[in-house]
């Protein structure tokens, strides 16, 4: 977070009182400057042994798609080797990720899940 200083002249209390002295008092606020979060890709890769269908599961599980959605990337991982299922803060696809990888395990499927900086 990036901090920027603004002066502000304060009266000092010679100056409330009549007196005009040299005085001066200097304020600074800061106001703060968000940044957004870097975004990652969560993607799927093609392997030759994970079932179509559970491909489609796993996009509809983890991933909120519909079967239509699903079916459209699942082809798309098929044909070209890897596809898109979000986008999403660090935190988010890191989970993502390691809950497709925990479920393809427990399901015994090579189904890999990678995620990269957008």
Same mark, same amino acid.
């Given at each position: &977070?990036?901090?920027?200083?603004?002066?502000?002249?304060?009266?000092? =209390?010679?100056?409330?009182?009549?007196?005009?002295?040299?005085?001066?008092? /200097?304020?600074?606020?800061?106001?703060? #400057?968000? #940044?957004?979060?870097?975004?990652?890709?969560?993607? @799927? @890769?093609? =392997? =030759?042994?994970? +079932? &179509?269908?559970? !491909?489609?599961?796993?996009?509809?599980?983890?991933?909120?798609? =519909?079967?239509?959605?699903?079916?459209?990337? &699942? @082809?798309? !991982?098929?044909?070209?080797? /890897?596809?898109?299922?979000?986008?999403?803060?660090?935190? /988010?696809?890191?989970? #993502? !990720?390691?809950? !497709?990888?925990?479920?393809?395990?427990?399901?015994?499927? +090579? @189904?890999?899940? /990678? &995620?990269? #900086?957008?």
């Amino acid at each position: &977070m990036t901090m920027i200083a603004k002066p502000i002249r304060m009266q000092n =209390d010679g100056e409330r009182n009549g007196e005009n002295g040299n005085r001066t008092s /200097v304020i600074t606020r800061t106001k703060p #400057k968000t #940044k957004k979060p870097n975004l990652y890709r969560v993607l @799927l @890769l093609n =392997d =030759d042994y994970t +079932p &179509m269908e559970f !491909v489609i599961h796993i996009l509809e599980r983890f991933f909120q798609k =519909d079967r239509e959605s699903a079916t459209r990337i &699942m @082809l798309h !991982v098929h044909n070209h080797g /890897v596809g898109e299922c979000g986008i999403f803060t660090y935190e /988010v696809a890191e989970t #993502k !990720v390691s809950q !497709v990888m925990d479920f393809a395990r427990q399901h015994q499927h +090579p @189904l890999q899940c /990678v &995620m990269e #900086k957008k």
